[in-house]
């Protein structure tokens, strides 16, 4: 149960990431802008590309859903 809802967690997280990235993907970008070389040229990748950037937030936003909604509640116990 315990794994289920941090799966829960991250996936909430994931569908806010992908909607931000979709909505405003030059700011997104530059908000993580920083760190080693390899993942500053993704960064800035996707700066300079505002339309895939937006593709690819929506694209997250859907698995994160998809994701949330995979998670089942416990089954009701007998009263």
Known sequence: MIAQRLIQVWATMVVGDGIVAAIEPRRHA???????????????????????TRAIGVAWAGFGLWLA???????????
Request: net charge positive; glycine share 8%; proline share 18%.
């Open 30 to 52: 530059a908000l993580w802008r920083g760190g080693p070389a390899p993942y500053r040229e993704v960064v800035d990748w996707c700066h300079r590309h505002p339309g895939a």
């Open 69 to 79: 909604l995979r998670q089942l509640p416990p089954p009701e116990e007998s009263r």
